[in-house]
């Protein structure tokens, strides 16, 4: 399997819930990114995570970071409708590769 | 409002054809990347530069594929000659060493 393997591959919630993603990986990394992509555009950074934090927010967004079990969790509280996207998370080996997971495709449904 | 810009947006041509993708990342920026998008692959890396310099096109389909960074301001992915399987949106991507990427809005790419 590959590095950043993102867990469900699709989630779909009712408007107001809680949306949660989770991201698994392999080798050592340096930080993980987490991106949004809505259909037929280019992917939009949501958040970074380095190695030696282990907990990250921004607005309705809550990153965590387990680096001794290799994931990661993307918690999106109070979805809204526009929250629908995929969802991918982005591991980097200290510059040397950069690789995406699958995705997960996430459906806020009002 | 700086922005990764890639032309053209659209490209369709016919098995056999040279295609080539352009892209002019954010001022500044010391990498940039370019990626592939399928349904069946989802987004694979085909090659990363950093100040310039190929640092990993491991990717990259040798034979048929080339890309390049004449200067800082343009990045290049050729595909010579085209195939089908081909078909596809093409990413760019730039940004700083160990931080965020900052993707353009792709190159949907059909060969026919």
């Known amino acids: 399997s590959q590095q950043g393997e993102e867990d469900p591959q699709a989630l779909s919630i009712q408007e107001g819930e809680n949306a949660t993603m989770n991201c698994s990986y392999k080798?050592?990394?340096?930080?993980l990114q987490w991106y949004r992509q809505n259909s037929g555009r280019g992917l939009v950074h949501l958040i970074l995570?380095?190695?030696?934090?282990r907990e990250k927010h921004s607005g309705r967004l809550r990153v965590t970071l387990d680096t001794s079990k290799k994931s990661s969790s993307l918690l999106i509280t109070a979805s809204r409708a526009a929250d629908t996207a995929s969802y991918f998370c982005?591991?980097?080996?200290?510059?040397?590769?950069?690789?995406f997971g699958p995705g997960t495709r996430l459906s806020v449904l009002p | 409002d700086a922005r990764v810009t890639q032309t053209p947006r659209h490209k369709v041509t016919e098995m056999g054809q040279e295609v080539t993708m352009r892209c002019q990342p954010i001022?500044?920026?010391?990498?940039v990347f370019w990626y592939r998008q399928t349904m069946m692959q989802g987004l694979e890396l085909l090659a990363y530069?950093?100040?310039?310099?190929?640092?990993?096109d491991s990717g990259m389909p040798k034979d048929r594929f080339s890309a390049e960074m004449p200067d800082a301001t343009l990045a290049t992915l050729k595909i010579q000659p085209s195939e089908p399987r081909d078909s596809a949106v093409y990413f760019c991507?730039?940004?700083?060493?160990?931080?965020?990427?900052?993707f353009g809005p792709g190159t949907r790419l059909t060969v026919l």
């Open positions: 991507a730039s940004g700083l060493t160990g931080n965020e990427q900052f």
């Open positions: 080798t050592s990394i340096n930080n």
């Open positions: 995570i380095r190695s030696n934090e």
């Open positions: 982005a591991t980097d080996n200290y510059g040397q590769n950069f690789v």
């Open positions: 001022l500044g920026h010391n990498t």
């Open positions: 530069f950093r100040n310039r310099a190929p640092l990993d």
